[in-house]
């Protein structure tokens, strides 16, 4: 039988939703505080006592909680409060405006990840409406700083106030979204995540000018064959267990990819072979799946020069890499040098920027379970996966800890996939209203069920 969609909650969550769009928390700089206090003063009218907790001024954590009866198992609902910037010119509506149009609410934070900021209030303030009696705590934490590292948010909380935010399990961003393949929903669970390292490498030269360039050594083209060797080059495969139970799971429930995933199963070695072919039909799973077998590099900043008749002695680059579970940011820089080993290694210098570890937990929980039973509840046919993001979220601090962290925004994919993903940090971002129902629905029954 199937579940019920609590569709009582619509206008209550679509409202919340507009509401925390409409308070501009870009970040740089932040200013999360306002949308915490607003948080606060919403679950307060369901006897919810909440604190805001500031990192620093402006820099605003929303934390409450609803007391178990015993200890065990305690569960923190996690979400930020931040978002990337948008230039409104861009976009077809206000991209601070909350506008509700065409079933969908867009603006700025709609997908990442205030949707989910008024998913998780509302399943708090449900529980307390039906007088639900867990068996441990539910916490509920929105957070700062997620789109900037987390050292303002989740971070700073887990060094200064680990009591207020830890939890056996962690429901976090990172999955929950549905993959529509031969006419059915194969839903993620976010198991793991690849770790960030932002790196800035450094390139000498010598001046000169710049009607004589052979007589200077121009640290812009060694800076440039250093962005090209890295930009064009593909580490070794590897398949992490998340990975591994993916590209497995899928396979398992579609003829459409199940050879050629179950060939890369078999064969990791020949994978890029596969994608190449895949990319020309559908190119965005292809990349994605590409990233989610090895480590990457990707050169995302240049800069160089004083002025425009002067070959520079010194050029900068910067790039975002992403290393699976296992590897380390030593490792990373091993390969980088061995990639560079040509490129006058001893005018270059390295220095990382940010540098988080991957992480991981483990699928056989009784949490994944539940959440596994209770899709199959709303949507029979489905399949649930495990799942590896090639991002990075705020669940790493609290992996670092010792919680089961999921990643499981509950969505149906109404759209193509390669427009969805665009939405995320990109123009237009919204979400459906029957996704914000969807949400709440799904996430109140696992709540409840794996709680009481």
Not at 305 to 324: H, M, Q, T
């Amino acid at each position: 039988m199937c579940a019920q969609l609590l569709h009582e909650v619509e206008k209550e969550v679509t409202s919340l939703l507009s509401d925390l769009i409409r308070i501009n928390t870009t970040n740089p700089p932040g200013n999360e505080t306002v949308a915490a206090q607003f948080l606060a003063e919403t679950l307060a009218k369901d006897g919810l006592k909440c604190e805001v907790i500031e990192s620093s001024s402006a820099r605003g954590n929303v934390i409450t909680r609803i007391k178990g009866t015993i200890e065990k198992p305690n569960l923190t609902l996690l979400s930020h409060l931040d978002v990337v910037p948008a230039v409104e010119k861009e976009w077809s509506v206000n991209p601070f405006s909350g506008t509700t149009k065409d079933g969908f609410v867009w603006g700025r934070g709609a997908l990442d990840m205030k949707s989910f900021v008024a998913i998780e209030a509302l399943v708090m303030k449900l529980l307390v409406r039906n007088g639900v009696k867990p068996k441990g705590d539910i916490i509920f934490a929105a957070t700062a700083d997620e789109e900037r590292g987390g050292n303002a948010g989740v971070g700073w909380l887990i060094k200064n106030h680990p009591e207020k935010i830890r939890a056996d399990y962690v429901i976090n961003e990172g999955g929950g979204e549905s993959f529509p393949i031969d006419g059915k929903h194969i839903f993620t669970v976010q198991t793991a995540e690849k770790g960030v390292n932002w790196l800035r490498i450094k390139a000498k030269g010598s001046p000169g000018h710049g009607s004589i360039p052979g007589i200077a050594d121009n640290a812009v083209l060694r800076m440039a064959e250093v962005a090209r060797k890295l930009g064009s080059y593909r580490s070794e495969i590897m398949l992490v267990n998340s990975v591994r139970q993916f590209l497995k799971g899928v396979a398992e429930e579609t003829t459409t990819l199940g050879n050629l995933l179950n060939t890369i199963l078999d064969n990791p070695a020949i994978a890029d072979n596969i994608l190449d072919e895949m990319a020309k039909k559908e190119k965005t799973i292809a990349e994605l799946l590409r990233a989610m077998l090895r480590m990457t590099i990707a050169p995302t900043m240049i800069k160089g020069g004083i002025k425009e008749n002067v070959i520079p002695s010194e050029s900068e680059g910067v790039f975002d890499c992403r290393i699976l579970p296992g590897q380390t940011k030593d490792d990373l820089l091993d390969e980088i040098k061995t990639v560079l080993a040509d490129v006058d290694f001893n005018k270059l210098s390295f220095e990382f920027i940010q540098s988080d570890a991957p992480s991981e937990s483990r699928s056989d929980t009784p949490l994944y379970k539940t959440i596994e039973k209770t899709l199959k509840e709303f949507e029979p046919n489905c399949s649930v996966v495990p799942y590896m993001v090639t991002g990075g979220t705020d669940s790493r601090f609290l992996r670092n800890v010792g919680s089961v962290c999921y990643g499981f925004h509950p969505l149906k994919t109404d759209m193509p996939l390669d427009e969805f993903w665009k939405l995320v940090h990109g123009i237009d971002e919204r979400i459906s209203i029957k996704n914000l129902v969807f949400g709440v629905s799904v996430l109140y029954r696992i709540v409840e069920e794996f709680m009481t």
